[in-house]
T-cell receptor, first 116, second 111 residues
């Protein structure tokens, strides 16, 4: 069975600080895919990134970066120079399919609050 | 505009009164799913569909029904709602080449 653990329930940081959201996963599949979604206060779910298990290269997109380490089964998300607009609930998810078409297994989410 | 539309967005109902939450997508996606979001539990899959007339249970299907008679629609049916089905519900759609695209969510309260 697949499982995703986001141990940080809530995090608060002051604006412009860097923050890392942790994600640890469990799966028996050798091929799997990891995702991050953002849920802003308006409630919708916004796709941020997808990573497959064969690609351990870190990824950077603007102020966002992702660190994937198979050795520790982690897929952590870092926001540098945080902004108030980053305040949201962030979900890490896991799937055995490339795009999570049939099923996404979500973590419990981390509520991030950026204090102005 | 590509979108997944859920209706209603908010609903308060009473125990035992049948209800349907509709989900419609305009992207011709084959795959559709329903998830529920609860505090401390994240999102859990209720049902999913791989195409018309093909549906399967997710992790928490008890108390729910679905149908997929048309490609664009995937309604979620609660035949006899109970308070433990109070939740935030999301519909999602995708193709084999795209990530799941989620609707705006439906907040259901069963009293």
């Amino acid at each position: 069975a697949q499982k995703v653990t986001q141990a940080q329930t809530e995090i608060s940081v002051v604006e412009k600080e860097d923050v890392t959201l942790d994600c640890v996963y469990e799966t028996r599949d050798t091929t799997y895919y990891l995702f991050w979604y953002k849920q802003p206060p308006s409630g919708e779910l916004v796709f941020l990134i997808r990573r497959n298990s064969f690609d351990e290269q870190n990824e950077i997109s603007g102020r966002y970066s992702w660190n994937f380490q198979k050795s520790t089964s982690s897929f952590n998300f870092t926001i540098t120079a945080s902004q108030v607009v980053d305040s949201a609930v962030y979900f890490c998810a896991l799937s055995e399919e490339a795009f999570g078409n049939e099923k996404l297994t979500f973590g419990t989410g981390t509520r991030l609050t950026i204090i102005p | 505009e590509a979108q997944v539309t859920q209706n209603p967005r908010y609903l308060i109902t009473v125990t035992g009164k049948k209800l349907t939450v509709t989900c419609s997508q305009n992207m011709n996606h084959e795959y559709m799913s329903w998830y529920r979001q609860d505090p401390g539990l994240g999102l859990r899959q209720i049902y999913y569909s791989m195409n018309v007339e093909v549906t399967d249970k997710g992790d928490v299907p008890e108390g729910y029904k679905v149908s997929r008679k048309e490609k664009r629609n995937f309604p979620l049916i609660l035949e006899s709602p109970s308070p433990n089905q109070t939740s935030l519900y999301f519909c999602a759609s995708s193709t084999k080449d795209t990530e799941a695209f989620f609707g705006q969510g439906t907040r259901l309260t069963v009293v």
